[in-house]
């Protein structure tokens, strides 16, 4: 499964200059990275026993080496990994998106109430009659304490 990086959205949800540069440090480890797995998975050339045989001045040990390297059966590589690391990974996504879809809906919320808040705020201009509109349960409460004689109730010490 190939996975590619959107490098000009990743710089772009960054805000500060240092956290761009790290972004684009990172993003030369990764092409380091890519280009030297790139480099390892080329053909390797064939060994040239006749060269080494025109080097190396003893009989037979370049024979030696070439029947056992013919002879020489290497595990061939079978990747058992991938298909777990891969179902992390869209768990993980998974659980990013969740986690996204529920900072969204409590920004909304957030904004909503910031919203609220801001239409409710009193100023040295707001009245008494203003605040009594704004919260009919305070004006019930303070109503009920006036006829009820209770002056100190509501006062914090």
Avoid: C
């Avoid at 064939?46 to 190396?56: L, M, Q, T």
């Avoid at 059966?73 to 891969?86: G, I, K």
């Amino acid at each position: 499964m190939t996975r590619g990086i959107d490098w000009t959205s990743l710089s772009g949800k960054v805000t500060t200059t240092a956290a761009r540069g790290e972004v684009a440090r990172l993003r030369a480890i990764y092409d380091d990275l890519h280009a030297a797995n790139q480099q390892a998975n080329l053909p390797v050339d064939p060994i040239d026993w006749k060269a080494y045989e025109s080097k190396i001045s003893s009989p037979g040990v370049t024979d030696a080496f070439m029947k056992a390297y013919e002879t020489l059966e290497l595990p061939s590589f079978v990747n058992t990994q991938a298909t777990e690391a891969d179902k992390v990974l869209n768990k993980l996504v998974g659980e990013a998106k969740s986690a996204m879809d529920a900072s969204a809906a409590r920004a909304t919320v957030l904004e909503a109430q910031l919203a609220q808040m801001n239409a409710s705020r009193t100023t040295k201009n707001t009245t008494i009659d203003d605040v009594r509109a704004q919260y009919p349960n305070i004006k019930a409460e303070v109503e009920q304490e006036i006829k009820d004689e209770e002056w100190g109730k509501s006062l914090v010490n």
